[in-house]
């Protein structure tokens, strides 16, 4: 089973994400408004590109935005899932073996010490998240049953990959269920709401676009409201 799961399904797993969230990003690109954004965007290139990119660099920074800055406990939490999320799945060696072994990808692998605490680090901060949420009561109201279901679907791969490193006694049951819930992960991404994954670059470039062309920006230069 563990040669299928981390064989065919796994290529297929990695298909359904890289197109999925392709088709994504070109549906979030076509539903833009021709003349109001897309013309725009292009005939103030000189302008709309550089606040593309500092729209997505200062959001890719902590306290890089008033939104973060005025939250900074939830944002250290933030940037702790994330952070583990992107690295893990990416460097992990494991990952790296198996990346390499199907596309011909090679990329360097992380020390296990690290990524253990990466692994952790990013448990810890997606269950205080998901505790603030029923904490703040804005949070709350707010609350989805795909959002639960996300952070659960986020959570067990992390969980299951950890276990498998620990408890060696059931390693092979515990790298199956781990490897399911990864391509779990990979195929319903596109779907869900994780799509942000490449939604959240293609919504901030947006937004810094219209601020450096639209909203005072020809005279505001890279003073940008966040």
Known sequence: MLDFITGPLFVISLAVFFVGLLLRAIFYVRGLDAKLERVAYTYHADRSIPGALTSIFKWLIPGGTCGWRAQPVATLLFFLLHCGAVLIPLFLLGHTVLLEYYT?????ALPGALADILSIAAVVGLVLLAL?????PALRQLNSGQDWFILLLTFLPFATGLMARLNTASYESWMIAHVLCGELFLILAPFTK???IVLFFMSRAQIGMDFAIKRGGATRGGAFPW
Request: hydrophobic share 45%.
């Open 194 to 196: 994780l799509s942000h």
């Open 104 to 108: 011909g990808i090679s990329l360097p």
């Open 132 to 136: 603030r949420r029923l904490a703040v």
